[in-house]
């Protein structure tokens, strides 16, 4: 049974992880046997990461890099694979939310945020498929969250972005899973991460979103290591195409 949950062997490379979901993400990965590749544009975070993985015996690289610059990630996607060998699961987690009011959208917000959360999770993954393609074997894990079907106050920029993730989930698992390569997405609930600072900082809202959950209370990033590495494995195999809510049963309610 253990050998389903195995990564021994694949090469991760997990975007936004200098902190947060992302960073958290690699960690799981590295513990369950990958190789990982922590990208995020923070030299500092990546190192400590990196450093914390290597002293329980994992094997992991930093990669420094700004992913908004679309035209980059062709040679992104180079440099992961210089890292172990060829990308085997890419867990999209680099993402942006200002959580603007409706009359203080700008162009400039709108094509940060949809460019970010959206698009280079496809072009990123665009890149890595060909060699996943070659092994007939390949992750693709995207981060939705509560706004892929809910809406928030401030944020409908963030909330259109992570609703076009869930779409563009089974659009990538309708165009690759025949090739071996699976498509699924996570969503999160309320989870202490750089994006949530703000709510983390209102005592009474946290108060109340944890009462809108099944469970009772909001997450901790600890939570979100099964569903990682079970939709990074061979235990995942038929599945496909699914946004899973990892959020204390806060839909549920």
Same mark, same amino acid.
């Given at each position: 049974?253990? *050998?389903?949950?195995?990564?021994?062997?694949? =090469? $991760?490379? =997990?975007?936004?992880? *200098?902190?947060?979901?992302?960073? +958290?993400?690699?960690?799981?990965?590295?513990?369950?046997?990958?190789?990982?590749?922590?990208?995020?544009?923070?030299?500092?975070?990546?190192?400590?990461?990196?450093?914390?993985?290597?002293?329980?015996?994992?094997?992991?690289?930093?990669?420094?890099?700004?992913?908004?610059?679309?035209?980059?990630? /062709?040679?992104?996607?180079?440099? $992961? $694979?210089?890292?172990?060998?060829?990308?085997?699961?890419?867990?999209?987690?680099?993402?942006?939310?200002? +959580?603007?009011?409706?009359?203080?959208?700008?162009?400039?917000?709108?094509?940060?945020?949809?460019?970010?959360?959206?698009?280079?999770?496809?072009?990123?993954?665009?890149?890595?498929?060909?060699?996943?393609?070659?092994?007939? @074997?390949?992750?693709?894990?995207?981060?939705?969250?509560?706004?892929?079907?809910?809406?928030? $106050?401030?944020?409908?920029?963030?909330?259109? *972005?992570?609703?076009?993730?869930?779409?563009?989930?089974?659009?990538?698992?309708?165009? @690759?899973?025949?090739?071996?390569?699976?498509?699924?997405?996570?969503?999160?609930?309320?989870?202490?991460?750089?994006?949530?600072?703000?709510?983390?900082?209102?005592?009474?809202?946290?108060?109340?979103?944890?009462?809108?959950? /099944?469970?009772?209370?909001?997450?901790?990033?600890?939570?979100?290591?099964?569903?990682?590495?079970?939709?990074?494995?061979?235990?995942?195999?038929?599945?496909?195409?699914?946004?899973?809510?990892?959020?204390?049963?806060?839909?549920?309610?």
């Amino acid at each position: 049974m253990k *050998s389903l949950f195995d990564l021994t062997g694949k =090469v $991760a490379l =997990v975007t936004g992880a *200098s902190s947060g979901i992302g960073q +958290r993400q690699a960690l799981a990965l590295a513990q369950a046997g990958a190789s990982v590749v922590l990208l995020g544009r923070r030299k500092e975070q990546l190192n400590s990461a990196v450093a914390e993985i290597e002293a329980f015996g994992g094997k992991a690289a930093p990669l420094a890099v700004d992913l908004s610059d679309r035209e980059q990630l /062709a040679e992104v996607a180079n440099l $992961a $694979a210089d890292q172990f060998g060829s990308v085997d699961i890419l867990i999209n987690a680099a993402g942006v939310n200002l +959580r603007q009011p409706v009359e203080e959208i700008t162009l400039q917000s709108w094509d940060e945020t949809l460019n970010l959360n959206l698009a280079v999770p496809f072009f990123l993954a665009r890149e890595l498929v060909p060699a996943m393609q070659a092994k007939a @074997w390949g992750r693709i894990i995207n981060i939705a969250s509560l706004q892929s079907s809910r809406a928030f $106050a401030n944020g409908l920029v963030y909330g259109a *972005s992570k609703g076009g993730i869930a779409q563009l989930t089974r659009a990538m698992a309708e165009a @690759w899973s025949v090739k071996g390569i699976n498509s699924n997405a996570i969503a999160p609930g309320f989870f202490p991460t750089g994006l949530t600072a703000p709510v983390y900082q209102n005592p009474d809202m946290l108060d109340k979103l944890s009462k809108q959950t /099944a469970i009772g209370r909001n997450g901790e990033l600890s939570d979100l290591d099964g569903i990682t590495v079970f939709l990074a494995s061979t235990a995942s195999n038929y599945i496909t195409g699914q946004i899973i809510h990892v959020d204390g049963g806060f839909t549920a309610k």
